[in-house]
Nanobody
């Protein structure tokens, strides 16, 4: 199983980035997918999630209106479009996979996920 996140980098406040996470080694279309982030010295926190079909999405209050999560089951890839970035968005961003048999209620929690990627660093300068 592999989740390869990419697309991070350095951007000025107000800018945009698009993260990608390419999955392999499991049946991607049978898994909900999530993005979490961890800022220096802080705990990992939920950012966004999308159900296995792409029919429903969930966003943390801190990113609503700025971030969009999407997926392409044909390409085994999940995306996180981040607009209007703020310095407080600076973090390592991790993608994760949650088997679809799990309750949707667990999709915002770290324990609700089965596989994790290695993370990609996003730095937003003021």
């Amino acid at each position: 199983v592999q989740l390869q996140a990419s697309g991070g980098g350095l951007v000025q406040a107000g800018g945009s980035l698009r993260l990608s996470c390419a999955a392999s080694g499991f049946t991607f279309s049978s898994y909900h997918m999530g993005w979490f982030r961890q800022a220096p010295g802080k705990e990992r926190e939920f950012a966004a999630a999308i159900t296995w079909s792409g029919g429903s999405t969930f966003l943390a209050d801190s990113v609503k209106g700025r971030f969009t999560i999407s997926r392409d089951n044909g390409k085994n890839t999940v995306y996180l479009q981040m607009n209007s970035l703020k310095p407080e968005d600076t973090a390592v961003y991790y993608c994760a996979a949650s088997r679809s048999s799990r309750s949707i209620a667990t999709i915002r929690g770290i324990l609700g996920y089965d596989y994790w990627g290695q993370g990609t660093l996003v730095t937003v300068s003021s």
